[in-house]
């Protein structure tokens, strides 16, 4: 992924006021750009319990379709999902984003 396909307004701090990917509280997300010039999703909140969540979850953002508000998110160490999509549906870059992801569930189209 290139910068001139990634808006570089959205890079940054995201606080998550809704999500299905993860339950939790005081979710952050962090857009950044890596000195290799890869991008990546950071998540950082507390469990239900409000616990920390363990460690910083980081995954690496790409625009397989050239559309830069359809990324997909890198996920390595899962065989059977490798990438999951994560599309923005609609941003004004500095007060609000709204994200999509869908799976496929044992052939079952889901969203999450």
Known sequence: MTE???????????YVIQSHLTSGT???RYVSR????????SQTGSTIAGLPVLGKISRELEIPSGEPAKMA??????IMRPTLNYWVLGTDYKNV???WTCRSLFSVTSTV
């Open 4 to 14: 001139c396909q990634f808006p570089p307004e959205f890079l940054g701090k995201w």
């Open 26 to 28: 005081c979710l952050q």
């Open 73 to 78: 998110l890198k996920r390595p160490f899962n």
């Open 34 to 41: 890596a000195p290799n010039g890869r991008f990546y999703l």
């Open 97 to 99: 984003a709204i994200t």
